[in-house]
T-cell receptor
Framework: GQQLNQSPQSMFIQEGEDVSMNCTSS?????WLWYKQDPGEGPVLLIA?????ELTSNGRLTAQFGITRKDSFLNISASIPSDVGIYFC?????????????FGKGTKLSVKP | NAGVTQTPKFRVLKTGQSMTLLCAQD?????MYWYRQDPGMGLRLIHY???????AKGEVPDGYNVSRLKKQNFLLGLESAAPSQTSVYFC???????????FGSGTRLTVV
């Protein structure tokens, strides 16, 4: 099936630092999503991107849909301890054995106070 | 506002035992999904359902069976558990198969 390459796999940062992670694919997708999974919980949708080149913010989070429609970036500014968790990118891809969403393998974020 | 409820939250099984994981949603969603999450592997789709009485295989269906007898419930069965099925299992639901998945809080299963 289709794969999304998400990097980095993990990050250890100091509180207050900015964070950047990205996700790439070999195919074009028209909807890119970012989810966050808090420790011990299921993933929750953070941001949805529908248009190539689009930049969308949600508080301290900013995500961009790449102009080629093959990548997306998520930035977190001024990180705080509650940012800890796993961040997943996902794309909308109806049908197939992967269901309607294809997920990246996640970026695990740890924040040192 | 319960959303998606998974039971049990934790379980330890011996190799060869069977069990059923229950997922219940109260949002009248048509689509339901079962995923497993393993370190470094992300979320992998096991089975899914596009409506009451329907089921379909996902990426990693072997060793699992599912049933969707009622719209609000999606059951995941392990007939003969194996250590390779040690994982965290997540159920999710969505309306009309769009991206607004609502996930449960997971079931941590250990097979010894």
């Amino acid at each position: 099936g289709q794969q999304l390459n998400q990097s980095p796999q993990s990050m250890f940062i100091q509180e207050g630092e900015d964070v950047s992670m990205n996700c790439t694919s070999s195919s074009i997708f028209n909807t890119w999503l970012w989810y966050k999974q808090d420790p011990g919980e299921g993933p929750v949708l953070l941001i949805a991107l529908y248009k190539a080149g689009e930049l969308t913010s949600n508080g301290r989070l900013t995500a961009q849909f790449g102009i080629t429609r093959k990548d997306s970036f998520l930035n977190i500014s001024a990180s705080i301890p509650s940012d800890v968790g796993i961040y997943f990118c996902a794309v909308l891809n109806y049908g197939g054995s992967q269901g309607n969403l294809i997920f990246g393998k996640g970026t695990k974020l740890s924040v040192k106070p | 506002n319960a959303g998606v409820t998974q039971t049990p939250k934790f379980r330890v099984l011996k190799t060869g035992q069977s069990m059923t994981l229950l997922c219940a949603q109260d949002m009248n969603h048509e689509y339901m999904y079962w995923y497993r999450q393993d370190p470094g592997m992300g979320l992998r789709l096991i089975h899914y359902s596009v409506g009451e009485g329907t089921t379909a295989k996902g990426e990693v269906p072997d060793g699992y069976n599912v049933s969707r007898l009622k719209k609000q419930n999606f059951l995941l069965g392990l007939e003969s558990a194996a250590p390779s099925q040690t994982s965290v299992y997540f159920c999710a639901s969505s309306s009309r198969g769009d991206y607004g998945y609502t996930f449960g809080s997971g079931t941590r299963l250990t097979v010894v």
